[in-house]
């Protein structure tokens, strides 16, 4: 790194240095021969504590992070030198965007969404949260047609700690900073997927926090709901699925309105046959209490007297051990999988529900029944669930109405079958 506060040093390379208009710890850097004024570089005076985390974000090379040339020291301070970001901060594109009322469709938005959450997925895998997306600190550079992201202005970068109880110091923009980093809890990757979705509001209303429910289309209003909540235990457990949730919607926009009848009806047709890779762990936002410990010496036991049976007992005999066995075990995890409550990202009643997906349950031979605003009935080979939506709450609860029938350990597999299907049609009704 060159020397950027010796005066000799800079002007034998044919530099000059600009301090920032209001920072006095970041200045640019100017190429005295280049006819345009736009700065080169961008150096930055660091702590030095955070000088391990920029270097762990600059081997990761990520497009959508602002390219962080060198981390060293000069003199006694602690300096950051990276590339210049040429662009408008995105709080500009929102402002025209909205004064001027300029074309730019929901997919694009959506994509840009997409990209500043592909920065945030290297800093998160890196255990490292942003702390302070905001309006100024996302750059839009232009890329063909299209708006590349680039994030800047990490020097509110905190290393996330499984053990902590919440911030040191209350950092971020207003508007933007989440409850946590208010002094209320410790910040974490949910810290940042708060304030993606205050951006996300000023994108699609012009307005932050308070304008989601202005937003027409359900499916991004409830993600961004979800991004939002007060409770960051409520929140998108990670950058990943937030994502996933993001290029679902964003391939709906793109894809819907080149749909033939028939192509719609093919796809209705391979709903069954699909293999749902339901994000369990994500989807839940309620599940019953830990298995107690008494439950484990019971089932190890269990096991244990059965395998001692069927050493000493004939073969004959074994049936006896394993019924029983399977029956208690069957219904004791049918008992679990019911007291499990799933995320429900939509604002409708099971009348309208079942208006959005009666071809697909039609085609499939899928027989369905609407007992009243929140609860149906539907039956998947030979079985039959109680589905029952709470809006207040937005989770979807599923409870299996099979009578006096008991569940063995490979009805208790199908039900857990059953019931990604299920979350599947559920939390995917805009494909439908």
Aim: hydrophobic content about 40%.
């Amino acid at each position: 790194m060159i020397n950027y506060f010796d005066a000799d040093e800079l002007e034998k390379n044919h530099l000059r240095k600009e301090p920032h208009e209001y920072s006095s710890t970041v200045w640019y850097i100017y190429d005295k021969r280049q006819e345009k004024s736009l700065p080169v570089r961008v150096i930055k005076e660091i702590p030095f504590e955070h000088t391990q985390l920029y270097r762990e974000i600059q081997y990761e090379d990520n497009p959508h992070i602002v390219k962080i040339l060198d981390v060293a020291r000069l003199d006694e301070k602690f300096i950051l030198e990276m590339e210049y970001a040429n662009g408008i901060v995105i709080g500009e594109f929102i402002e025209e965007l909205w004064q001027n009322r300029l074309q730019c469709p929901m997919e694009e938005r959506i994509d840009l969404a997409l990209q500043i959450c592909g920065g945030l997925k290297t800093c998160h895998t890196l255990g490292i949260v942003h702390r302070d997306i905001s309006e100024n600190n996302v750059i839009l550079t232009k890329s063909g047609d299209s708006w590349q992201v680039v994030l800047i202005d990490f020097g509110n970068l905190h290393k996330i700690r499984a053990d902590a109880k919440k911030d040191t110091t209350a950092v971020g923009t207003i508007g933007y900073a989440a409850p946590e980093q208010l002094g209320y809890s410790a910040s974490d990757s949910a810290t940042d997927i708060y304030a993606v979705g205050v951006l996300m509001c000023r994108l699609f209303t012009g307005k932050g926090r308070e304008g989601v429910e202005e937003i027409e289309n359900d499916t991004v209003r409830n993600i961004i709901k979800r991004c939002i909540r007060l409770e960051k235990n409520e929140r998108y457990r990670d950058i990943d699925s937030l994502m996933a949730d993001l290029r679902n919607a964003s391939r709906f926009f793109r894809k819907w309105e080149k749909k033939s009848e028939n192509r719609i009806v093919d796809s209705l047709l391979q709903f069954m046959d699909e293999e749902f890779n339901i994000d369990f762990a994500n989807a839940f936002l309620e599940t019953p209490d830990p298995i107690p410990m008494p439950i484990y010496v019971v089932l190890m036991a269990s096991i244990l007297i059965a395998f001692v049976l069927a050493w000493f007992l004939p073969w004959y005999f074994l049936p006896v051990c394993y019924f029983p066995y399977q029956y208690i075990v069957g219904g004791y995890f049918k008992k679990r999988l019911e007291g499990i409550r799933f995320y429900y990202p939509f604002s409708q009643k099971m009348s309208e529900i079942s208006k959005s997906i009666n071809l697909l349950l039609t085609v499939n031979q899928i027989q369905y029944e609407v007992l009243n605003e929140s609860e149906m009935r539907i039956d998947l080979e030979g079985q039959s669930y109680i589905v029952k939506v709470d809006l207040e709450s937005q989770c979807l609860g599923i409870s299996s109405d099979w009578g006096l029938k008991l569940a063995d350990i490979k009805l208790a597999f199908c039900m857990m079958e059953d019931f990604g299907k299920i979350v599947y049609l559920f939390q995917h009704l805009y494909r439908w």
